[in-house]
């Protein structure tokens, strides 16, 4: 694990697994995106039509709010809904005093970007493959008055202990953790939202990934009242569309909330089977970054560019890995999905690697 403050442009931080499947891409089975398949349900876009006839007023996000809160056992004065967990991070670039703004890399990009494009500077903490990716907040600098980290990680899939996490607060400091895909985690485990005992502590989630909302823009902010109001004052008006408030509320039901955990458990077996797979092709040098605790794994092997470009040959996107600071050329990032997918992707692969080594 290092410090990196050089600020090298090195990693195109605006890359994102969409880019893997737009144009031509529309035509592949797509493991580069970490959005649940077959979403969002039927019953949630049946809410979300709903909610169309109510377009000529503004939007009214109390309900939505309250009951983000209620999920979450805190006061609605903790809660900001946001356009997307994206939108978050552009109002803590833009809305909080920082001096030495920290982000533990490899991780989502866009929280380096959001701070880079208002002008902040920006150091890395690089996790290493030989640690696992594992998180040592010793290797924070002190005098670090934001730090943001992925919970479980994008693109890493670890899932680091909230006790961990929790070390990184201090007094004076804002501690960023990105739970995106923390609902893709059985009974949600290391959570960090809701808690109001973490000084700085702000909790970033989204209903993009578990329901299948990318294209509505839906995630919220738990974090102090002050913090709240000083983020909602960088918001512009009316920044969520009634359909996402919508959205919003039915993802907070009991009966959203149970589908959600079932989901978790099958993306489990999903990911079990998938990791599985995998490991077959350790005598062609493929090694999968365990345990992997999100919706997704990051593998690391040999040729990974040819390999995935034999796969798109093969009818199958991934996610390049070199775009995450602390990655590589050598690494791919890939979705889970149901065992018959992952089936005909494993033998694509197969394919895939024995084109790249000739």
Same mark, same amino acid.
């Given at each position: 694990?290092? *410090?990196?403050?050089?600020?090298?442009?090195?990693?195109?931080?605006?890359?994102?697994?969409?880019?893997?499947?737009r144009d031509d891409g529309a035509r592949l089975t797509d493991l580069a995106v970490n959005v649940r398949a077959d979403t969002p349900p039927a019953?949630?876009?049946?809410?979300?039509?709903?909610?169309?006839?109510?377009?000529?007023?503004?939007?009214?996000?109390?309900? &939505?709010? !309250?009951?983000?809160?209620?999920?979450?056992?805190?006061?609605?004065?903790?809660?900001?809904?946001? #356009?997307?967990?994206?939108?978050? /991070?552009?109002?803590?670039?833009?809305?909080?005093?920082?001096?030495? !703004?920290?982000?533990?890399?490899?991780?989502?990009?866009?929280?380096?970007?959001?701070?880079?494009?208002?002008?902040?500077?920006?150091?890395?903490?690089?996790?290493?493959?030989?640690?696992?990716?594992?998180?040592?907040? #010793?290797?924070?600098?002190?005098?670090?008055? @934001?730090?943001?980290?992925?919970?479980?990680?994008?693109? *890493?899939?670890?899932?680091? +202990?909230?006790? *961990?996490?929790?070390?990184?607060?201090?007094?004076?400091?804002?501690?960023?953790?990105?739970?995106? /895909?923390?609902?893709?985690?059985?009974?949600?485990?290391?959570?960090?939202?809701g808690r109001t005992d973490v000084p700085g502590l702000v909790v970033l989630r989204?209903?993009?990934?578990?329901?299948?909302?990318?294209?509505?823009?839906?995630?919220?902010?738990?974090?102090?009242?002050?913090?709240?109001? #000083?983020?909602?004052?960088?918001?512009?008006? =009316?920044?969520?569309?009634? +359909? &996402?408030?919508?959205?919003?509320?039915?993802?907070?039901?009991?009966?959203?909330?149970?589908?959600?955990?079932?989901?978790?458990?099958?993306?489990?077996?999903?990911? #079990?089977?998938?990791? $599985?797979?995998?490991?077959?092709?350790? +005598?062609?040098?493929?090694?999968?970054?365990?345990?992997?605790?999100?919706?997704?794994?990051?593998?690391? @092997? +040999?040729?990974?560019?040819?390999?995935?470009?034999?796969?798109?040959?093969?009818?199958? $996107?991934?996610?390049?890995?070199?775009?995450?600071?602390?990655?590589?050329?050598? =690494?791919?990032?890939?979705?889970?999905?149901?065992?018959?997918?992952?089936?005909?992707?494993?033998? &694509?692969?197969?394919?895939?690697?024995?084109?790249?080594?000739?």
């Amino acid at each position: 694990m290092r *410090t990196d403050s050089t600020h090298d442009e090195g990693h195109d931080l605006r890359h994102h697994g969409d880019a893997e499947v737009r144009d031509d891409g529309a035509r592949l089975t797509d493991l580069a995106v970490n959005v649940r398949a077959d979403t969002p349900p039927a019953w949630l876009r049946e809410r979300i039509a709903g909610s169309l006839a109510g377009l000529a007023a503004y939007p009214d996000g109390r309900q &939505a709010r !309250a009951a983000v809160a209620a999920r979450h056992e805190v006061p609605v004065e903790r809660v900001l809904l946001t #356009a997307g967990a994206a939108e978050a /991070f552009v109002l803590l670039a833009r809305a909080l005093t920082v001096r030495h !703004a920290v982000v533990v890399h490899p991780q989502f990009t866009e929280p380096e970007a959001a701070l880079r494009d208002a002008g902040h500077s920006v150091d890395r903490v690089l996790l290493r493959a030989e640690d696992g990716f594992r998180l040592d907040p #010793a290797a924070v600098p002190e005098d670090a008055d @934001l730090v943001v980290v992925g919970n479980p990680t994008n693109p *890493t899939s670890v899932l680091h +202990p909230a006790a *961990t996490i929790a070390e990184l607060a201090r007094p004076g400091r804002t501690l960023v953790v990105d739970e995106a /895909f923390l609902d893709a985690v059985p009974g949600e485990r290391e959570a960090l939202a809701g808690r109001t005992d973490v000084p700085g502590l702000v909790v970033l989630r989204s209903l993009t990934k578990t329901w299948g909302l990318a294209g509505l823009r839906i995630g919220y902010v738990l974090a102090a009242p002050e913090t709240i109001a #000083a983020l909602e004052r960088a918001q512009p008006l =009316w920044p969520v569309s009634t +359909p &996402a408030l919508a959205a919003a509320v039915a993802c907070m039901e009991p009966r959203a909330l149970a589908e959600a955990a079932h989901a978790a458990h099958r993306v489990g077996t999903d990911r #079990a089977h998938l990791v $599985a797979g995998l490991r077959e092709f350790a +005598p062609d040098g493929l090694r999968v970054v365990e345990p992997a605790e999100g919706p997704f794994v990051l593998v690391r @092997l +040999p040729k990974a560019t040819d390999v995935r470009r034999h796969l798109r040959d093969l009818g199958f $996107a991934v996610r390049r890995g070199d775009t995450f600071p602390g990655l590589g050329e050598e =690494w791919l990032r890939l979705a889970v999905r149901d065992r018959a997918t992952v089936n005909s992707f494993l033998q &694509a692969l197969d394919q895939a690697v024995t084109l790249a080594q000739h």
